[in-house]
T-cell receptor
Framework: DSGVTQTPKHLITATGQRVTLRCSPR?????VYWYQQSLDQGLQFLIH???????AKGNILERFSAQQFPDLHSELNLSSLELGDSALYFC??????????????FGPGTRLTVL | AQSVTQPDIHITVSEGASLELRCNYS??????LFWYVQSPGQGLQLLLK??????LVQGIKGFEAEFKRSQSSFNLRKPSVHWSDAAEYFC????????????FGTGTLLAVQP
């Protein structure tokens, strides 16, 4: 158990819908990262938040957005869902920001299926 | 651009045999390298990481990896594989800067034969 929690574990929804994925980092970790794992794209970085502020964006679609709240939990919002958004979405947390040796601890992921 | 290559998509080894999973990276500065393992239906678990010092790194579950700058490689090894090692293994490089996003390889799926 990494100490990072993600809810829900599974999510099945229809095209055009909007969903929210939630992540609680390890106690004391200020950085939260979101990654998407799909069969065709592999594991890709989406976005990074540090202590409530956005730090970097990766291959994140405009239909997707995220935020980190004062209690440090984070939510990833996916809207106007398409079949291709079906994937496993991981959250990871680490203590600091911009420290390359810092270890990222991953949650169990949320499997999103868009029908 | 930074990248990680795992040349082997799928590897099968017999239980008790030795294992080596290959990883090559492309990074302009000193790389910070990681190996993660993903068991079916599970998240990613860190096996080991390298960022300085001894180029032979010991990790959990009996794994080790050797950083070779001249070959831009960070191969993962285990002397004797157990059936429970069947999983997918990902090599990653941390890019630092304002963020420390990880760039992952495509993964190597390990099957273990009895």
């Amino acid at each position: 158990d990494s100490g990072v929690t993600q809810t829900p574990k599974h999510l099945i929804t229809a095209t055009g819908q909007r969903v929210t994925l939630r992540c609680s980092p390890r106690s004391g970790d200020l950085s939260v990262y979101w990654y998407q794992q799909s069969l065709d794209q592999g594991l890709q970085f989406l976005i990074h938040y540090y202590n409530g502020e956005e730090r970097a964006k990766g291959n994140i679609l405009e239909r997707f957005s995220a935020q980190q709240f004062p209690d440090l939990h984070s939510e990833l919002n996916l809207s106007s869902l398409e079949l291709g958004d079906s994937a496993l979405y991981f959250c990871a947390s680490s203590v600091r920001e911009g420290v390359r040796a810092d270890t990222q601890y991953f949650g169990p992921g949320t499997r999103l299926t868009v029908l | 651009a930074q990248s990680v290559t795992q040349p082997d998509i799928h590897i099968t080894v017999s239980e008790g045999a030795s294992l080596e999973l290959r990883c090559n990276y492309s990074y302009g500065a000193t790389p910070y390298l990681f190996w993660y393992v993903q068991s079916p239906g599970q998240g990613l678990q860190l096996l080991l990481k390298y960022f300085s010092g001894d180029t032979l790194v010991q990790g959990i579950k009996g794994f080790e990896a050797e950083f070779k700058r001249s070959q831009s490689s960070f191969n993962l090894r285990k002397p004797s594989v157990h059936w429970s090692d069947a999983a997918e293994y990902f090599c990653a490089v941390g890019v630092g800067g304002a963020t420390n996003k990880l760039i992952f390889g495509t993964g190597t799926l390990l099957a273990v034969q009895p």
